[in-house]
């Protein structure tokens, strides 16, 4: 009896120690691999990026080689001056590979012996950022591509404000429409490109731009619809606020003229107009995406707010003129609708803006 116990006591023993080891052989191994199951995906990443390093340096030797062979063709450097430039390029750009190369081998050995919460905390142009899943992206930096040797186009953001009004025949400025309640905004976006190969001197001007073009009736006049027609009559009480705004949608075209200065970089050029005056003469034309009136007036004691929104018989398809004097990114703008505010009418009215306008480059 003692000889069973013993061997059934032994057994039981084995069987613990097995699971006991069969346990710490699996945490051993799970603690092994839980750094790269979580980075592994990282370090694939940083791998394919190393390729990515060396074609990019490549890409950027090909352009720094093409605007010293420019330069070399407008006659700004010699055939010697052009050898010794690209030498110093291919040199620079070796470094640069191997530099780069080297820093994403580190952050591989970082990985590779760190959990993935691991993070060494430093400001690079090639940075960690969280993507998909557990994978952490890694980019870098447009601004070690070279600089273009000629950019001929440039853009900005316009912006102009100002007075509103209408005009027609018979009609002036303020007649109908009170002046200093009307006005117009436009929030826009330019190109600019230069003309001349050598000169500045003319640049076309083109882009898109949101028109708001608001009106202010006077002595409670208010806009009524009847049909294909749309007139200015009186409201029947007092009116507290009356407005009536179209929006449009357009897409400008000016002849930019004026001085301006270039400006040389050892691999680039610019020209500058930042303190310079400037004229531009041109026109837009596009579509009316909008119209709306807006009332206010007391009706039986009560306040009354009406937005209406209709067609109102406006113009569908609006063009003009516009043209504008500055210095440096302001300047005096104005601009003036060929197309008639309203279609099907018994004379025509024209949506005429006096007001600044922002270049903001």
Known sequence: MNTITKHVVLLILCFIVSNVNAQDTQTDS???????????????????????????????????????????????????EAEQLKKESAKKRALNIENRLAIVDNKILLLERNDADYTDNTDESAQFG????????????????????DKRTTNDLVFAIGFNNAIGDGQKIGDKYNFLESGFVELGWAWKTRIFQESNAVRLKYGFSFQWNKLAPKNDGYFVQDGNTTTLETFPSELKDSQF??????????????PSKKVERKNYYRYSTTNSFKIGIGGFAGFNIGTQQKLKYKEDGDRV????????????????????VGYGGVGFYAKYDLSPMFKNQEFDQNNLSLGLRFDLD
């Not at 370090?43 to 070399?72: A, G, H, M």
């Not at 705004?245 to 004026?258: I, Y």
């Not at 609006?318 to 504008?324: C, M, N």
């Open 130 to 149: 969280i993507s998909l899943g557990e994978f952490t992206g890694f980019s870098i930096g447009s601004k070690n591509k070279p600089k273009k040797y």
């Open 305 to 324: 707010k009406q937005k209406i929104r209709s067609k109102y018989n406006v113009t569908p398809f609006v063009y003009g003129l516009s043209a504008y």
């Open 245 to 258: 705004r179209v929006t449009n949608l357009v897409f400008p075209v000016h002849f930019e003229f004026g």
């Open 30 to 80: 799970t603690t092994t691999t839980i750094p790269y199951r979580a980075n592994g995906l990282k370090i694939d990443r940083l791998k394919e990026f190393k390729e990515r390093i060396k074609t990019e340096e490549r890409e950027f030797l090909k352009i720094e080689v093409e605007i010293i062979n420019q330069r070399l063709e407008d006659g700004e450097i010699t055939k010697t």
